[in-house]
């Protein structure tokens, strides 16, 4: 053990980390993760502020252990976030990793934190975690932050079921998911809905309207619709924030407001809409979360330490290990069978 | 004991028990509570469905101690409930306390049900026990289901700081309550919220605005706004269900999606809104919740065998206690002071 | 308002405060309150770390309201505390006083911290706040904390119906309350729960067991009882902690693993036990506690500002108000009148 | 898919389905996704009642899609389980398969249950779900309930830590696991826990309270112990519920207990124990479970449709594939490089 200690000094090494992108419960468990087994090996590790933006202006924090002691439960990230890029300046970055005496880089990130993160991999020591609450990454079994949404979204649709049985009504819920219906399959499989509407498969809100009616004939006067925020309808009627009303105001409410109106017209029920929004993304993180966001930060830190640059830990079955980091950048949508298989759920 | 129990067959009586309104948690538990103490004293509980339409419709269903096992962290009511009125139908209310043989009723319900049923009391043996997540009901207190509502949206409210803080975004979130902020005033308390905008006192955006950017200015680049549904601006800009663009068609989204527009505008900030909608009237009960209902639908069954009609049930102070159904037709705001007070808290 | 912030400015008082006894959720709500509502008037607040022992220790921590960000979700104190006394010592007391020139001190605590406030507050000008999860504390409808602690034992006894449904057994659950039972009677009435056996009324262990038995007579093959830590054998089988076996090792586990061995023995069913323990005291509080803290910090504030000493804040129906400190000398048990009450739900 | 369905009517199967062993959060999820992915094909389910015990009594009921309405947010099984066996009775086995005219069977189960179906599945065409709050079967990633288990575990250390905290004492709790540490692992992990027991790596208690000693000397007053139940000392002084005092009592309480009074008296802090028992196993399962379970009840139905017997349901990476059902006759213990890597999250 002493040896070892002596060893890890020897080799001690100072590595950099950001969190990029959205908030994501979990992004803390990481960063305490890679701070603790980087004190358990003697290496070093210095914050960067807002994402790639503390990498641009320079604006960096020293982590020791003493200073993640206590964020583990704790929402959002010490670190802060922000949605900036820092690929057309390389420079910048160089100088960066100079100044800062880096041997290594950890970016904790989304798409986009990820695709930078993978481009400059060819140039710089750099190692991912993959972060998002939908789910949308290839590489990895699972990302954390999306059993929180889940869980969330899940525990919302729970209460509606009561007050839908009770009154006989529709009732909407909105969850997040531009891309990807990860969090809507998931939540609506757990909560038990009527219907689940997910940006992979465009849907048509006729047929949606005659399950809801459908139902009604099996004596069932009440039905409960998860819909993603990025499910649009096949006619094109899809209801955007950037669209405006006839005097150029926009009209307000995203796909579940519209679909409300759109329900409560053609099924002729009282209609409701939850709109769950942020409350998916922020707050602490679920146990399940914590867990994996923790072991992808040791890993990613080990990974440096090991000096597997280019590399990203992921969840393969119930190991995290390390794939290379352009796995990232191919996005994970729900498949066809996966949506198939859930239509035995529904209705 | 046993000549109790005696004494108790000797005087047995039939009561009839309703539920109205919207969905509150907490009903089953009083409808369990009623039936429970009920069996102990020897007296019948028979059912009407969906409020008073089972009593014009005639719908029943008998209530023996069997039928209430399991019932008390079920949401919903196992009446059904609807918004029906029978006071246009005193003769078919004679009709039904006749058929069924009633000696005493008990109607749980909101300012809706609850009018209703001091309009009858002249003339039936009525008791009230009363109902609403808005706590807009005089003469008790408090009532059930309130503190569910609180507890759904405060806890909405904690984890929308976290995302809040590491984005410097302002954050709405709509809260149920048409007429009364008591919802929004406690959710925001027990949240931190920094705004809190209810019904009793009509907002100008221009402040909330400013109010947004002056803790911009003491380093505070984000804000949490709680805004109850029924909350208008003071200049009549209130965007409401019925409010239709100039082609006739609905604006989608309420009060919170206005002032999402309007914040963002006026701020210059990412804004972004979540609304909570049924989820806060859906579900099990608390505890809190729920041994104020047993409390209440207990007491309200004694006085029903007590032959005290005309009366409440109330949380008086730590008791229970009967109060005059009159008392629950006089609606019950969030008085000044307290509005006054809640701003040591904000901001 | 310029002028009352003149005002304010010009008799600006100075203010010790401390948190006394054991771990309550909703301390910081109430160290936040005082010092947002003292921010507001232009006072000065002081903290004592570790209850009296910091009055003793003269160990203090200046409390501007940066200090108070972001504490209201937080569990435990940020002053910490003790169950040291400073009442032998009133030397030190005024020392400290004149040390700190304090205008006035408020103390949040229970029985043991409000009796030494009462006693000091003849020399002192002191204000209490009644903390207590246990809600043993008279001259307030309920103190804060309880909440939190019932809320927690009724979510477990929610989880153990089904498992005790499915497998017919009996489950015990000890929930704290070594006086007062009012934990176990929220939190059962709360879970449903068939046996409830509080300090206020020594049970007989054979009667326990008549209950269960009789309950399988009816069908019933489980039952869950909830004990009080200090609910008494009538027989004086009680077992504590300080019991010990005839070589004088201690006797593990309290009066919940005691009734688990006598129940498995008297009813021969599967028994098991549940100790909630420190998760009763701990964590966030809930949304009631967290508001109703706030509220009597912030009344406590004011009447330190308006120099009504010896008082202490208190519910009294839906509002705060000051009652004489010596009230919350006596302490508040359950009256036979709700034990009687609650047999209705029982069994 | 009107010929699929015709082709499913022509091929539908009568199976059988049992829930066996202890109590475990998704069962009532996996018997929902069985008869709703029947119902589909056409295919009838008929429930064994208690487990292996409805066997041998032949107490069956039919499961018609109406059956499991509302089932799937419910805790514990509607089928009911034992503990009893089959494995002695293969001629009744065989009678119940022929009265019952059945052409499959789930047997949902841990070990126990497991074992008995991989032993008839020569004779018999059997399809097994694996099921253990334990998560140590082998051949699937994770098993359902777990999740469920270790999200309450780490809720109760969460609130441990700030009671811990202000008050400078060690706080142990007891979870369940009595040959596999995964639940102590995880909810450890999750919760921040400073020491982690687990039964694949026998302790010694001096090593425990060294460790207490030595975060003192760092300045943390508290510590955090998580023990599973079936962790042992390595010196073999193991409290087990079997061992009594002298007298021939039985000594109360588990292996919390035990290090409650050795921790107090080699640290000299004072200890507290939570014991968190069948709180872990009842009630409703989280969206993670709800989600595994009905999928392995899903894909369980399906393995039986295609006459894949002899094989069970398990998790694989993302996906839910068939694994022979020997391997789950393998316990699946927690490797000691895992427990070598949550050393960096302790102490």
Redesign the interface.
Same mark, same amino acid.
């Given at each position: 053990m002493r040896d070892a200690a002596v060893l890890a000094k020897l080799r001690a090494m100072r590595i950099g980390i950001l969190t990029g992108g959205?908030?994501c419960p979990g992004l803390n468990a990481v960063i305490r993760?890679v701070v603790?087994?980087a004190h358990?090996h003697g290496d070093e590790i210095v914050g960067f502020r807002d994402g790639w933006g503390g990498v641009l202006d320079g604006a960096t924090v020293e982590l020791p252990i003493e200073r993640v002691a206590?964020i583990?439960? %704790?929402?959002? #990230?010490i670190l802060?976030?922000s949605r900036r890029s820092a690929l057309e300046h390389r420079d910048v970055v160089r100088r960066r990793f100079e100044e800062q005496r880096l041997d290594g880089f950890i970016a904790v990130g989304g798409n986009g934190t990820l695709f930078a993160a993978n481009e400059l991999a060819g140039e710089f020591p750099i190692v991912g975690v993959p972060k998002t609450i939908d789910n949308d990454i290839s590489g990895t079994?699972?990302t954390f932050g999306f059993?929180t949404a889940?869980?969330?979204?899940?525990?919302?649709i729970? %209460?509606?079921? #009561?007050?839908?049985?009770?009154?006989y009504r529709n009732?909407i819920v909105e969850v997040m998911g531009r891309n990807a219906g990860w969090i809507a399959l998931?939540?609506g499989?757990?909560?038990?809905a009527d219907v689940i509407l997910v940006p992979e498969r465009p849907f048509d809100v006729a047929d949606v309207a005659a399950r809801v009616l459908a139902r009604r004939g099996r004596g069932r006067g009440f039905s409960i619709i998860v819909v993603a925020e990025g499910a649009t309808a096949k006619d094109g009627e899809l209801?955007t924030k950037g669209r405006t009303?006839?005097?150029g105001?926009?009209?307000?409410?995203g796909i579940g407001?519209?679909l409300?109106?759109e329900l409560e017209a053609r099924t002729r029920a009282e209609t409701?809409?939850?709109?769950?929004?942020?409350?998916q993304?922020?707050?602490?993180a679920?146990?399940?979360d914590?867990?994996l966001a923790?072991?992808m930060g040791?890993r990613a830190h080990l990974a440096v330490h090991e000096r597997r640059f280019g590399t990203m830990a992921a969840l393969?079955?119930?190991r995290i290990e390390l794939v290379p980091l352009a796995e990232a950048t191919v996005p994970n949508l729900v498949p066809d069978e996966e949506l198939d298989?859930a239509?035995?759920?529904l209705g």
């Open positions: 959205g908030d993760a603790r087994s358990l206590g583990l439960p %704790r929402g959002g #990230t802060g976030t079994d699972r059993d889940v869980h969330i979204a899940a525990a919302a729970d %209460r509606l079921h #009561t007050t839908a049985e009770s009154h009732l998931h939540a499989l757990a909560g038990g209801v009303d006839p005097l105001r926009p009209l307000l409410g407001h519209w409300e109106g409701r809409v939850v709109v769950l929004g942020h409350v993304r922020g707050g602490t679920t146990a399940y914590r867990v923790s072991r040791q393969r079955g119930p298989l239509e035995a759920f």
